[in-house]
């Protein structure tokens, strides 16, 4: 290895924090992800990185090796020695839990910052809502030896199901050689709505790196190269291809080409519709009834989000900022089809003048849609929040007092002993309440919708998960409709 990197894994293994910078040489830049992938090194955000203390003894060594595949090597050479173990997720989860629950009941928060950074944790907090969740937010990443040693040193008893053995060095390597990426396939004439979805991706919380666009340089098509090329090199298994659909995208034959590779090469498929574009319109290797959403649809956003954390195994960043990120970029988007519909407008009137050489105005002209004797009816529903009663299950609506109160009881029913929680839950009921008081939306009609209100009301006074299942079986809906 290169003496400057020698010297900045010294630093590491002396207590320092790391940040990367384009200064720092390329082994440096290269070797950083691998040893964060090896569990080594933990990310704190803002490209800086700290040492795990429990794996102090395996950064000595690679310093020792002076080579991080002779490193590798060492490693394999210890497949004869007992191998460690991997906890299932289902026991994984239990385990986070009980770890959190005993700190939780067990120590100041001073104590919890303390306790955890002698496991190598970065934990500073001076004050928090919930020490449970503070310290489950901070542990939830952890090697799984680290929370098996942390386990035993607490004293917690459980039986623990674990996963059949595994080798760290060939993990890494798989890992390295199969980063898990985001691939945008689109047309060059959409570059505006696709750089908004870079936008959205980077506010989910996917790298750049991670993020392969031939159109935008910095997203792994350096300058100079064969996009072509580069473009054939990421498609894999370990790929989701954002397919950012529209006329421009099916008038190119390069777009066509690539969806054709695409699809066949890689398993995750999202279609993402620029309108007027529609699903009607879908052509080639993507069914018209492949699930996807169109670039301006609000409530699709989240399942994206999800969707996206799931396959990158992304930590979800906090709900509210999501939002905030999601609705200032869905009105950049929205501008950007109000300004192209303008533009269409414009072509008419001069291809208009060209053909018949009258200099006529041709308004826009707005989708008018048919309405029918239910539309103008609305939900009894409507801004309204319920729960159904216990004898005929028929909707007990309430008032602001009643809501209050009942958001009261059942926080202080789920967390009796942690005034904390109480607090946390009870703000978020909150929250949902508001969810549950906003219009219906314009597409999904009134019979159906009360339907849906009342499947969620025997959630009862749950009003979190009331606006999760209405959220979903609204999603259900608008699928039904284009099958």
């Known amino acids: 290895m290169e003496e400057r990197t ?3 894994l010294s630093n590491l293994l002396g207590g320092s924090s790391i940040s990367l910078t384009k200064s720092n040489t390329s082994e440096v830049l290269e070797l950083f992800p691998k040893l964060r992938n090896l569990g080594i090194l933990t990310f ?7 040492l795990n203390f429990s794996n102090r003894a395996l950064l ?17 050479s210890k497949n004869d020695e007992p191998k460690d173990r991997a906890l299932n997720p289902t026991t994984r989860m239990d385990v986070l839990k009980q770890i959190s629950t005993y700190l939780q009941k067990t120590f100041t928060t001073k104590e919890i910052n303390t306790l955890l950074t002698g496991y190598g944790f970065r934990a500073e907090a001076e004050a928090v809502v919930s020490k449970r969740v503070y310290a489950l937010e901070i542990i939830e990443t952890a090697p799984d030896q680290i ?3 942390m386990v035993e040193d607490m004293g917690l008893e459980f039986e623990l199901e674990l996963e059949s053995s595994f080798n760290i060095s060939k993990m890494e390597r798989s890992n390295h050689q199969k980063e898990r990426r985001v691939f945008i396939s689109h047309s060059n004439k959409d570059l505006e709505i696709v750089e908004q979805l870079i936008e959205v991706l980077e506010a989910i919380g996917v790298e750049s790196s991670s993020i392969f666009c031939s159109s935008f340089e910095g997203y792994n098509v350096g300058l100079g190269e064969d996009f072509l090329q580069s473009i054939k090199n990421e498609l894999s298994s370990d790929v ?3 397919f950012v659909l529209s006329g421009n995208f099916f008038s190119s034959p390069i777009c066509l080409c690539e969806m054709g590779a695409t699809w066949v090469s890689t398993k995750e498929h999202v279609p993402i519709l620029i309108p007027p574009f529609d699903y009607s319109d879908m052509k080639g290797v993507i069914p018209p009834t492949h699930k996807g959403m169109k670039v301006n649809e609000l409530e699709k956003y989240n399942s994206l989000k999800e969707r996206i954390e799931t396959f990158m195994t992304l930590k979800p960043i906090n709900q509210s900022v999501w939002e905030r990120k999601r609705n200032k970029i869905l009105n950049s988007i929205n501008s950007l089809l109000d300004r192209s519909e303008d533009n269409q407008v414009l072509e008419q009137n001069s291809s208009h003048k060209r053909n018949t050489g009258e200099d006529v105005t041709i308004n826009k002209v707005p989708k008018i849609k048919k309405v029918t004797a239910q539309d103008k009816e609305e939900s009894k529903f409507q801004g309204k929040v319920f729960v159904p009663l216990k004898k005929d299950n028929s909707p007990y609506f309430l008032n602001e007092k009643e809501i209050d109160e009942l958001i009261k009881e059942y926080a202080a029913n789920s967390y009796p002993d942690d005034y904390s929680m109480q607090v946390w839950r009870i703000k978020e009921e909150r929250n949902a309440v508001q969810e549950l008081k906003k219009p219906r939306p314009s597409d999904i009609p009134v019979v159906n919708y009360d339907k849906i209100r009342v499947s969620a009301a025997s959630y009862g006074p749950d009003f979190g998960m009331q606006v ?3 959220k979903e079986l609204i999603d259900d809906f608008r699928e039904l409709q284009t099958l």
């Open 44 to 50: 704190s955000g803002k490209s800086s990185y700290h």
């Open 468 to 470: 999760f299942k209405i």
């Open 147 to 149: 929370l098996l040693k």
């Open 240 to 242: 989701i291809v954002l």
């Open 6 to 8: 020698v010297e900045i």
């Open 60 to 76: 000595k060594k690679l310093i020792e090796l002076d080579s991080f595949e002779g490193f590798l090597n060492w490693l394999d």
